[in-house]
């Protein structure tokens, strides 16, 4: 007997109610033509219709009882993929997945003196200590971070123009917040919550703005969506259950440098730039042709894809792609049978630019409907989209992310099993669904947020034109992109880190093209979404006399 958790009465106990959809290991089969995951829950032998309503078992006499998946049951399992049973217990085996490799030999212990001499202390992990050493990275933007520019306490600070923070909301945002936990906050929040991967109250919350903002092709609903601390755990906790050490994704370049620390830290996937062409070309179908390209030259390396990323709006160009580009995307995975991930974390933080007209609204990758829109089958299951309050929200330091995959109920299930590492914080959970629910005021945020962003970015890129700098054409995100490099006559990475460390030394800093992996020297991320007084304070920097050229920009 099929269910729909939509028919599952309110006064039904949680405990008989299904887990946000996710069903169990043995009810799922995958084709392309497989429906929401609501439609594929059974109810379990144990669940005993009675007087109308759900009720567990009370007696563990019948040993279906116990192999069925009643809260008992599940406290001698793992979820997805169980521990083998122990000898002679009779238990089930999992037979589901292929049997993994062994695992890799660790390097060798060495002696306890060998071991101070490198870890300082016992052996680390290999795990831990066979990546990328991102320490010196972040103990630099620690002293960034702990020197910012402010015009009361900190004066001689450093104004941070690099990293992609909107404050323009600030008084909105600290208004919401001081009225969302004082009308909203319950003793609930400060328990467990209702569920062990999110609320059901956030779940709610998204499930409406994707609804009403993200024009899906099908109904996003609660049980479709993990939420996470912010969408650099979501990330890492996506490509940790896609994909296996060693195998790779492609993405285009110049892309977001977060992604090398939220795919590579944990996951140790390899992240393969693709190097798309300048300009328009660079959102146009025709770039999957060097995506294609690069498949096989990487797959000719013994190295195998398994995953794209397209981040829309892109960062850094700040630009949306047009819906015959996102359809390309989908249409390359579906041919090479790759997962396709859409960052959309600035999804509503899309401006008017009067000197970009033609340019394209936000499309997300859950409108596209592949089959009816290019005649082609598309495994639905492939299709993960990940988004966050940071970037449109102007909350960078709440740590709120979301991932809705709709046709993938094992991937979520597979991910609740770690969802506990990233659960958010009740006050965070409760701040971000007391707006979201309230459609009225959600609306006018939105609209205020990108009438302010059209007018910072107007500024920003009216300051650079007038010195006869090179700004790209963009209509989303928090930032421009800038050819510093044709203006000061330079083409050449080592002169593009000068520059950067020029900047910084007097007192601005902004990001370099070559920390997203762009092959083209000269250019930069600069960040337009800050305090007017931080604009004017990095404009006199720039400009100073310390700098070398600034007889050039002035």
Same mark, same amino acid.
């Given at each position: 007997?099929?269910?729909?958790?939509?028919?599952?009465?309110?006064?039904?106990?949680?405990?008989?109610?299904?887990?946000?959809?996710?069903?169990?290991?043995?009810?799922?089969?995958?084709?392309?033509?497989?429906?929401?995951?609501?439609?594929?829950?059974?109810?379990?032998?144990?669940?005993?219709?009675?007087?109308?309503?759900?009720?567990?078992?009370?007696?563990?006499?019948?040993?279906?009882?116990?192999?069925?998946?009643?809260?008992?049951?599940?406290?001698?399992?793992?979820?997805?993929?169980?521990?083998?049973?122990?000898?002679?217990?009779?238990?089930?085996?999992?037979?589901?997945?292929?049997?993994?490799?062994?695992?890799?030999?660790?390097?060798?212990?060495?002696?306890?003196?060998?071991?101070?001499?490198?870890?300082?202390?016992?052996?680390?992990?290999?795990?831990?200590?066979?990546?990328?050493?991102?320490?010196?990275?972040?103990?630099?933007?620690?002293?960034?971070?702990?020197?910012?520019?402010?015009?009361?306490?900190?004066?001689?600070?450093?104004v941070s123009l690099g990293v992609a923070e909107n404050f323009l909301m600030q008084d909105e945002c600290?208004?919401?917040?001081?009225?969302?936990?004082?009308?909203?906050?319950?003793p609930l929040d400060l328990s467990y919550g209702d569920s062990l991967w999110g609320s059901r109250r956030?779940?709610?919350a998204l499930a409406g703005l994707f609804n009403e903002y993200f024009d899906p092709a099908e109904v996003?609903?609660?049980?479709?969506?993990?939420?996470?601390?912010?969408?650099?755990?979501?990330?890492?906790?996506?490509?940790?259950?896609?994909?296996?050490?060693?195998?790779?994704?492609?993405?285009?370049?110049?892309?977001?440098?977060?992604?090398?620390?939220?795919?590579?830290?944990?996951?140790?996937?390899?992240?393969?730039?693709?190097?798309?062409?300048?300009?328009?070309?660079?959102?146009?179908?025709?770039?999957?042709?060097?995506?294609?390209?690069?498949?096989?030259?990487?797959?000719?390396?013994?190295?195998?894809?398994?995953?794209?990323?397209?981040?829309?709006?892109?960062?850094?160009?700040?630009?949306?792609?047009?819906?015959?580009?996102?359809?390309?995307?989908?249409?390359?995975?579906?041919?090479?049978?790759?997962?396709?991930?859409?960052?959309?974390?600035?999804?509503?933080?899309?401006?008017?630019?009067?000197?970009?007209?033609?340019?394209?609204?936000?499309?997300?990758?859950?409108?596209?409907?592949?089959?009816?829109?290019?005649?082609?089958?598309?495994?639905?299951?492939?299709?993960?989209?990940?988004?966050?309050?940071?970037?449109?929200?102007?909350?960078?330091?709440?740590?709120?992310?979301?991932?809705?995959?709709?046709?993938?109920?094992?991937?979520?299930?597979?991910?609740?099993?770690?969802?506990?590492?990233?659960?958010?914080?009740?006050?965070?959970?409760?701040?971000?669904?007391?707006?979201?629910?309230?459609?009225?005021?959600?609306?006018?945020?939105?609209?205020?947020?990108?009438?302010?962003?059209?007018?910072?970015?107007?500024?920003?890129?009216?300051?650079?034109?007038?010195?006869?700098?090179?700004? +790209?054409?963009?209509? +989303?995100?928090?930032?421009?992109?800038?050819?510093?490099?044709?203006?000061?006559?330079?083409?050449?990475?080592?002169?593009?880190?000068?520059?950067?460390?020029?900047?910084?030394?007097?007192?601005?800093?902004?990001?370099?093209?070559?920390?997203?992996?762009?092959?083209?020297?000269?250019?930069?991320?600069?960040?337009?979404?800050?305090?007017?007084?931080?604009?004017?304070?990095?404009?006199?920097?720039?400009?100073?006399?310390?700098?070398?050229?600034?007889?050039?920009?002035?």
């Amino acid at each position: 007997m099929s269910i729909q958790s939509s028919s599952l009465s309110i006064n039904t106990r949680y405990s008989l109610q299904p887990p946000c959809g996710l069903p169990s290991p043995s009810s799922h089969t995958r084709s392309s033509s497989t429906p929401p995951s609501t439609r594929i829950l059974t109810v379990q032998p144990n669940l005993r219709l009675e007087d109308g309503k759900y009720r567990e078992s009370t007696t563990l006499d019948d040993e279906d009882d116990l192999k069925s998946e009643t809260l008992i049951s599940c406290f001698g399992s793992l979820s997805v993929s169980s521990l083998p049973p122990k000898s002679g217990s009779g238990g089930p085996i999992i037979t589901r997945f292929p049997k993994p490799p062994p695992p890799q030999p660790s390097s060798e212990l060495g002696t306890r003196e060998e071991q101070r001499r490198i870890y300082l202390g016992p052996k680390l992990s290999d795990r831990a200590t066979g990546g990328p050493d991102a320490g010196p990275l972040i103990d630099r933007f620690s002293c960034l971070f702990q020197d910012q520019y402010d015009c009361v306490s900190n004066p001689k600070g450093i104004v941070s123009l690099g990293v992609a923070e909107n404050f323009l909301m600030q008084d909105e945002c600290m208004e919401l917040m001081s009225t969302a936990l004082k009308d909203n906050f319950t003793p609930l929040d400060l328990s467990y919550g209702d569920s062990l991967w999110g609320s059901r109250r956030i779940n709610r919350a998204l499930a409406g703005l994707f609804n009403e903002y993200f024009d899906p092709a099908e109904v996003v609903r609660p049980e479709q969506i993990i939420t996470g601390v912010g969408c650099s755990a979501v990330l890492d906790q996506l490509f940790y259950t896609l994909m296996d050490e060693g195998e790779a994704i492609l993405l285009a370049a110049p892309y977001y440098t977060g992604f090398d620390r939220d795919l590579i830290g944990r996951g140790r996937v390899r992240l393969v730039p693709v190097h798309v062409p300048i300009g328009e070309a660079a959102f146009q179908p025709d770039c999957l042709k060097l995506f294609e390209e690069k498949l096989k030259e990487v797959e000719s390396e013994g190295i195998r894809v398994r995953a794209v990323i397209v981040c829309n709006p892109q960062n850094p160009l700040g630009r949306t792609y047009p819906r015959e580009t996102l359809l390309a995307y989908a249409k390359f995975c579906e041919e090479k049978d790759l997962h396709l991930v859409s960052d959309e974390i600035y999804a509503l933080s899309v401006y008017d630019n009067p000197d970009f007209l033609q340019a394209h609204p936000f499309t997300s990758m859950l409108s596209l409907n592949v089959e009816k829109e290019m005649g082609i089958e598309f495994d639905k299951a492939r299709l993960h989209v990940v988004y966050g309050m940071s970037k449109d929200f102007c909350s960078n330091g709440l740590r709120i992310g979301s991932l809705v995959s709709q046709h993938n109920p094992l991937l979520l299930r597979a991910m609740a099993n770690t969802s506990m590492l990233m659960k958010i914080s009740s006050p965070a959970d409760v701040i971000w669904s007391t707006l979201l629910l309230d459609s009225t005021r959600l609306k006018a945020f939105i609209s205020l947020n990108r009438k302010r962003l059209t007018e910072a970015h107007g500024f920003i890129r009216k300051w650079f034109v007038d010195r006869g700098v090179e700004v +790209a054409n963009s209509n +989303a995100g928090n930032f421009i992109w800038v050819n510093l490099g044709k203006s000061l006559g330079f083409d050449d990475a080592q002169t593009e880190k000068k520059v950067f460390q020029k900047l910084l030394d007097g007192g601005v800093y902004i990001a370099p093209g070559s920390a997203y992996h762009y092959h083209i020297a000269g250019w930069y991320r600069i960040t337009f979404s800050v305090p007017r007084g931080n604009l004017l304070v990095s404009y006199h920097y720039i400009t100073s006399n310390e700098l070398s050229f600034a007889g050039v920009i002035r």
